[in-house]
């Protein structure tokens, strides 16, 4: 049907069945016997199932924070996830040691082509990985609770608001603009939405700086329709913002 990742399930189902097998030298063996045994997904839909279903409890988990988190994610934040619900100990780190366990877990899950490990990190001193198949982390995501995504957004936000380096003095840290859009997409999916909007701003003040017009007008008007009545000031800055990038795009209408 003309995709890739089907025909590679095809052939997982084949090495499962046993109907393909690596012989001596690493040659690899037909046997028509087992041919019956293997259970061939017939849509991309069937084989994402069938590769979720294949996951531990502990396995699946894991990989739902880390789609919560994004096409791309660190193992210290999968690690600050795990100890949400946990009772904390004196000293993190010991007998528990999440993050040798989530390496060992993320190792095996790189081996069988569910993640990959990035080769630089954008965040200084954290491992860095990506999902192997987008469609496998959507459909993570969308078989979640929603109440839990929520939950797990918010936390995101957080850890990634303290990882990001502060450059300077203002609200947001000057942090770059890629960055004040992940924390405004994560604040405002765990439901904190001025705090979202602020991030908003910040980022459309950035793309502004660069004459990056379109991007400017979209993050202007998100994170306008989050800030609070209290947001006075700050409101009439990112409209006046707004009406310039819209002029100098053509839109005068609405500028």
């Known amino acids: 049907g003309g995709s890739p990742t089907l025909l590679q399930q095809m052939v997982r189902a084949y090495v499962a069945s046993g109907t393909l097998a690596q012989g001596e030298g690493g040659k690899w063996e037909v046997h028509l016997d087992r041919l019956d045994d293997a259970h061939l997904p017939l849509s991309v839909e ?9 996951l531990s409890p502990v396995e699946r988990k ?23 619900d946990r009772q904390a100990p004196d000293l993190w780190g010991g007998g528990e040691d999440l993050a040798a366990h989530y390496r060992d877990l993320l190792d095996g899950l790189r081996d069988r082509d569910y993640v990959m490990a990035l080769p630089d990190s954008s965040m200084p001193g954290e491992r860095e990985l990506a999902f192997k198949h987008n469609l496998e982390r959507e459909t993570l995501y969308h078989l979640m609770n929603a109440n839990e995504v929520k939950r797990l957004h918010l936390h995101v936000a957080e850890w990634l608001e303290a990882r990001f380096p502060e450059q300077d003095g203002s ?5 770059t603009e890629e960055q004040c859009e992940l924390l405004a997409s994560h604040f405002e999916r765990g439901g904190v939405t001025r705090r979202a909007g602020r991030f908003w701003l910040e980022a459309a003040d950035q793309a502004r700086a660069r004459f990056a017009n379109a991007r400017a007008a979209e993050s202007y ?5 989050f800030l609070g009545i209290e947001d006075e000031v700050r409101q009439l800055d990112a409209l006046h913002n707004l009406g310039d990038v819209l002029q100098l795009a053509g839109r005068n209408e609405e500028a």
């Open 171 to 175: 609200e947001t840290g000057g942090r």
């Open 62 to 84: 894991l990989l739902e924070h880390a789609a919560v988190m994004g096409g791309v994610f660190w193992l210290g934040g999968l690690v600050s996830l795990g100890r949400l």
């Open 221 to 225: 008007e998100r994170g306008l329709g």
């Open 46 to 54: 069937d084989a994402i199932s069938a590769r979720i279903a294949a």
